[in-house]
């Protein structure tokens, strides 16, 4: 079984920055490829992005481009969200995900395990 708990949510303002935390226990973390969604209240949960096992390849949702990076420690058995220049927009719960499968996806459907989440607030 996988264990994930995200940490660094909070409130902050528009143009500042954020580091999520993901620790993950239970199974070998370098086996997974892990991905980052949102979910604001009223909508559907929306990927964010996401990073290969070795982290060599990593993919966002085109509204993060260029402000959010996402990276892993696979020794700290932890993926990372940094979001810079936030938005109002940006506000909504962030889930923590793993797939075990050996492909990048968007597809909230394809990852197996979840985070209870981090909520992000962002004010203008």
């Known amino acids: 079984q996988v264990q994930l708990v995200e940490s660094g949510g909070g409130m902050v303002q528009a143009g500042d920055s954020l580091t999520l935390s993901c620790a993950q226990s239970g199974r070998t973390f370098s086996s997974y490829y892990m991905g980052w969604f949102r979910q604001a209240p009223g909508k559907e949960r929306e990927f964010v992005a996401t990073?290969?096992?070795?982290?060599?390849?990593?993919h966002y949702r085109d509204s993060v481009k260029g402000r959010f990076t996402i990276s892993r420690d696979n020794a700290k058995n932890t993926v990372y969200l940094l979001m810079n220049s936030l938005k109002p927009e940006d506000t909504a719960v962030y889930y923590c995900a793993a797939r075990s499968r050996s492909w990048i996806s968007t597809d909230k459907a394809d990852y197996d395990y979840w985070g209870q989440g981090t909520q992000v607030t962002v004010s203008s």
């Open positions: 990073i290969s096992r070795s982290g060599g390849d990593t």
